[in-house]
């Protein structure tokens, strides 16, 4: 897997010709020093699992009450979930084109639109699809407009690479700032599709990152796109 090219924790490359010691546990992780591992465990104790080469991380989005009026906390309602590759998000699951865009390729599977059996129900928070929106013009697709009720779903990046509850927070950041823009509806003085790029992403996720640290949030050090 990755990360083994710089630390997880202050993002420090190491020498030309040497390395960072890996987590022992999950492999995954890799550390400049024990004082940048000890400071991160808060945020890498959660997903400190051995994976199979089979297995990746994603995120299950749970709704635990659609009416609550008060202030979303992304993280909240994130949860780390190791999913297998014959997990039915892989079969079922819709690939989010907005994401796609700016280069964190997603895969949304909710359980009660794709799942066995399962009754209508919309899968996002607050009622809203965030992340399941058409990059032409911002909308959810028909099958989840017409979904009511709180419900679940499961993200996962299409890539293979980790997905962390700080990227998606982030991402959901962006979406729903790209919808107020006014782009959306032709009126302002650049287009909403000129903005679902890599870069914009970028500058708008780093500013993101090193707010949320600013204010003492564990798990934003700086953002950067993972390249391996
Ligand atoms: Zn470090
Ligand atoms: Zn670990």
């Known amino acids: 897997m990755s990360s083994t090219t710089y630390c997880t924790k202050c993002k420090r490359t190491p020498h030309p010709g040497s390395q960072f010691k890996k987590c022992s546990r999950c492999r995954m992780a890799a550390y400049c020093s024990k004082k940048c591992q000890m400071v991160h465990w808060d945020v890498h104790g959660e997903i400190c699992v051995p994976c199979s080469p089979n297995e990746v991380w994603g995120i299950r989005i749970t709704v635990k009450n659609s009416n609550s009026t008060r202030t979303w906390k992304p993280l909240e309602y994130f949860q780390h979930e190791l999913l297998s590759s014959n997990h039915p998000i892989f079969s079922r699951g819709e690939s989010c084109p907005v994401t796609k865009r700016v280069g964190v390729p997603l895969i949304i599977y909710s359980t009660r639109l794709h799942g066995e059996g399962g009754t209508a129900g919309l899968n996002e928070t607050s009622g809203k699809p965030r992340l399941r929106v058409e990059d032409s013009d911002g909308f959810a697709p028909p099958s989840w407009q017409k979904c009511e009720g709180p419900g679940e779903c499961i993200v996962v990046r299409e890539d293979g690479k980790p997905l962390t509850r700080e990227l998606l927070e982030a991402l959901y950041s962006f979406i729903v700032d790209l919808m107020a823009y006014p782009g959306i509806t032709n009126e302002a003085w650049a287009s909403w599709q000129g903005l679902l790029a890599p870069s914009v992403w970028q500058m708008y996720a780093r500013k993101y990152y090193q ?13 950067f796109p993972l390249v391996d």
């Open 211 to 223: 707010a949320q640290n600013n204010a003492g949030r564990l798990g934003f050090d700086d953002f």
